[in-house]
């Protein structure tokens, strides 16, 4: 495990920087089974040790931000398995076909997060798709922040 399991530095501003300085000062994993009481929505799908749930702080543009999290805390990309990779696809197929996702895009950030940009070590798969413009029929730009 890292030092630190949130960095306050990157978390963004408002409301979700103020719950992370909160679990900063517990000093305890806020994805970690025990410790997962301040994320706002519902688990909506589990499958083999991980589950499924809509981000509580979307990022702005975000028409769907859901984020897989595991449920043994792992921060390295080197310690997930394939059944760990398994389990991130079938989720993720089950969120496009559930919600009718178009496009968008699957992300996860690795290691220390002074180098990723997250705000939560816990390595956690994201899937992030834009919400778009009405009249041109493009995509609004989403901005997911790699580095601190």
């Avoid at 408002?14 to 025990?34: A, N, S, W």
């Avoid at 043994?72 to 398995?81: A, D, P, Q, V, W």
Wanted: charged share 25%; proline share 3%.
């Amino acid at each position: 495990m890292t030092k630190e399991v949130v960095n306050i530095r990157n978390a963004r501003k408002g409301q979700y920087r103020k719950v992370i300085e909160q679990i900063h000062l517990t000093d305890k994993c806020p994805f970690c089974r025990e410790n997962f009481k301040y994320h706002k929505k519902p688990i909506l799908k589990r499958y083999h040790g991980w589950f499924l749930t809509k981000n509580s702080w979307p990022y702005k543009n975000a028409l769907h931000h859901l984020i897989i999290i595991g449920e043994k805390h792992k921060e390295n990309f080197s310690e997930l398995t394939q059944k760990d990779f398994e389990a991130a696809a079938y989720l993720t197929r089950w969120a496009i076909k559930h919600f009718q996702i178009k496009g968008g895009a699957f992300a996860v950030r690795f290691g220390d997060t002074n180098f990723t940009g997250a705000s939560v070590a816990h390595i956690h798969f994201q899937i992030i798709s834009p919400k778009q413009n009405k009249k041109t029929k493009h995509s609004k730009t989403v901005t997911f922040p790699i580095g601190g």
